[in-house]
C-alpha cells in the first residue's frame, strides 16, 4: 500500500518579520500538519516531535501539498533530518501553475471544487501562535490538510480540478493526480 502524506506548515513568523522571502529560512515553524493514508490519521506535529514526524516522512511513499516545494519544503528542511527533496513529491499549486500560467489559491480551489473554504489566513496562523493559542492553530493548519487532501481526491477522481480566471467564472483544470507506481507494485500487477 502507498503511504502517501498530505501536509501543510504553520510558521511562528510573516515574511515582513524577517525581511522578506529571501530570509524564508528564518520564519520559524510553529506546527505541521499530516494526513497519513496508510493510518488515515491527522496528525499534528509541534517543534517537539519533529522526530516523529521525521519517521512519518521517511516512511512516506509520496508528499503532497499546495505550494509545497516553494514555501513548505524550503521553510521546514531546516528544522528537521530528513531530506525532503528525496520523496516523491506532488505539489498541486504547482501542478495547477504549470497548466495555467498562473498561481490560484488553495481557498478559491476549496470554493469551487469542494463548495467549502479555509477556516482562516495563514497570519491568523501566526497570531494563534504568538498569543498561545494552540488549539486554534491546530485546528486551522488541519483544516488546510483536509481541504489539499480533498482537492486532491477531486482531481483524482475527476481528472481536473475547477478553478475560475479573470475572464471565465469556471476553467476545468486537467489533472494526472493518481499515486505513482513502485518497482513492488509494479512487479506485483506483473502476474
Known sequence: MQNELVFDIETKQSFQ????????HLLGVSIVGVYSYTDDVFRCYEEKDFSLLEEAFRNASRIIGFN???????????????PLASIP??????DIESYLGFRV?????????LGTQKSGHGLDAITWWREG??????????DDVRITRDVYEFGKKNGHVITETRTDPRVLVPVSWHA????????????
Open 68 to 82: 509545497s516545494m516553494h514555501f513548505d519544503v524550503p521553510v521546514l528542511q531546516p528544522h528537521i533530518k530528513v
Open 17 to 24: 518579520d524577517v525581511g522578506g522571502k529571501h530570509n524564508m
Open 133 to 142: 493559542k494552540m488549539e486554534m492553530l491546530k485546528k486551522y493548519c488541519l
Open 89 to 94: 513529491h506532488l505539489d498541486l499549486m504547482n
Open 105 to 113: 489559491s488553495l481557498d478559491s480551489l476549496a470554493k469551487m471544487n
Open 180 to 191: 505513482p507506481v513502485t518497482s513492488a507494485t509494479a512487479q506485483v500487477s506483473l502476474f
